[in-house]
C-alpha cells in the first residue's frame, strides 16, 4: 500500500512520510501536482507509530526518522570508505533517486563532504540512464602469463576471440560493425605481486598487434600515476577484457530541462518546514527548478521543487546552477 500519504491503506510510518510531515514536501506538488498526499495520514501513522510510543511530539519523531536515516546512510558509507581506504572528505557527493536530493545534502554534512552534485531528473536517473546510455557489452577472461611470453601474433588473437564475442552482442541487437567502438583492458601486474591495475589499451585500429612492443611502458605509467614508482621487474597480465560500444542515442529534441525564467521568477514563495538548526519549524524559500538557469544562485533554507523530487538545501548552504542545469551545493563549514 506504501506510505500512509497514499491513501491506500497504509498505516505503518515511512521516511516519505516523516519528509511530507517535516515540510520538505508539498502535499499538492507530488509529480508535478498529479496525485494529491494526505498530509493528515503521514501524522497520525507517525504519532501512533513512533511518537507516543517514545513520548515525542510528532514534528520531532519525523525528525528523528529523517535523522537516522540519514545517519544510517552516512554509516554505511564510512565503513565502505574505510575497507576501501578512501578519503572522501575533499569528494563531491551525487544526490540521485526519488529521495536522494532529500537526504543528500544532510548525510553530506554528516559526512563532511563538502560539495553535493543534485542533477536534473534525478528521481528517474536510472531510467533516463537506460535510455542515453549506448548499448554496450563487456567481456573478460582470465588467462595469466608473462609477457615476455607471448608473441605480438598470440597477443592479437586472443583479443580477436574476444572482440568477436563482444560484437556478436551488438550485432543481433542492430548495431552495424562500423558503429561499433572497441575498447581493449588489461589486468596487469609486477611479477609477484598480488594485486593487479587496469590499463586501457590506445585505439589503433583493429590491428591490436600493434600495442604489444608498448604494454611494458603502458604499464609503467599507470603503475608510477598510481603508486608514484616504477619497478624493474618482468610484468605479468593477468585479465583480459573487451567492451563493445554503440552509437550514443540522441535525445527527442523537444527534451527540456528549464524553462527560461530568470532566477527571481522561480521563486515559487515560502512554505514551513522543519530546520534542525533552530530545532522547528521555519520558513523555507520554494522554487521551481524548471526555471532555474545557468548562473542563478540561491542562498539555504531552501526547497528546489521537480517533478519527481525536491532538493533539501540546509541553512548557511549555497547552492549554484551549472551549465547543464545541475545543481552544485556548497556546504557552510
Not at 558509507?77 to 578512501?86: L, M, N, S, V
Not at 552534485?117 to 535510455?131: C, Q, Y
Not at 612492443?213 to 597480465?237: C, H, K, M, N
Not at 563493445?244 to 523537444?254: H, M, Q, R
Amino acid at each position: 500500500p506504501g506510505p500512509a500519504y497514499y491513501g491506500q491503506g497504509g498505516t505503518k510510518p515511512t521516511q516519505t512520510d516523516a519528509n511530507l510531515v517535516l515540510g520538505y514536501l508539498d502535499a499538492g506538488f507530488f509529480l508535478g501536482g498529479k496525485m494529491r498526499l494526505d498530509k493528515t495520514a503521514a501524522e497520525n501513522a507517525i504519532a501512533e507509530g513512533v511518537g507516543k510510543p517514545l513520548g515525542l511530539e510528532t514534528l520531532r519523531a519525523a525528525w528523528g526518522i529523517h535523522d537516522i536515516i540519514c545517519e544510517d546512510v552516512a554509516r554505511a558509507f564510512r565503513i565502505h570508505a574505510t575497507e576501501r581506504g578512501f578519503d572522501y572528505r575533499n569528494s563531491s557527493m551525487v544526490g540521485f533517486g526519488g529521495s536522494g536530493p532529500l537526504h543528500a545534502v544532510s548525510v553530506a554534512r554528516k559526512l563532511k563532504i563538502p560539495r553535493v552534485i543534485l542533477p536534473v531528473g534525478a528521481g528517474v536517473m536510472s531510467a533516463l540512464g537506460l535510455l542515453v546510455s549506448p548499448l554496450a557489452f563487456e567481456v573478460a577472461r582470465s588467462r595469466y602469463i608473462h609477457v615476455d611470453d607471448m608473441t605480438a601474433e598470440a597477443f592479437a588473437a586472443t583479443f580477436a576471440e574476444l572482440e568477436s564475442e563482444a560484437l556478436g552482442y551488438l550485432n543481433r541487437a542492430g548495431v552495424a560493425d562500423a558503429d561499433i567502438r572497441i575498447v581493449r583492458r588489461l589486468d596487469m601486474r609486477y611479477q609477484g605481486q598480488g594485486h593487479q591495475i587496469e590499463v586501457t589499451l590506445p585505439a589503433r585500429g583493429n590491428n591490436v598487434g600493434d600495442v604489444f612492443s608498448e604494454l611494458g611502458e603502458l604499464f609503467g605509467a599507470v603503475y608510477e600515476q598510481t603508486y608514484t614508482l616504477r619497478l624493474d621487474e618482468p610484468v605479468e597480465i593477468v585479465n583480459w577484457k573487451v567492451e563493445a560500444v554503440g552509437p550514443t542515442p540522441e535525445l527527442a529534441s523537444g527534451y527540456s530541462v528549464a524553462g527560461g525564467a530568470a532566477g527571481a521568477q522561480a521563486l515559487k514563495g515560502t512554505r514551513k518546514a522543519y530546520d534542525p538548526s533552530v530545532g522547528g519549524l521555519a520558513d523555507w524559500r520554494v522554487y521551481d527548478r524548471y526555471a532555474l538557469t545557468p548562473g542563478v544562485v540561491i542562498k539555504g533554507p531552501a526547497l528546489i521543487e521537480e517533478r519527481e523530487s525536491t532538493c533539501v538545501i540546509g541553512a548557511g548552504d549555497s547552492v549554484t546552477v551549472d551549465a547543464h542545469f545541475n545543481l552544485i551545493a556548497e556546504l557552510s563549514q
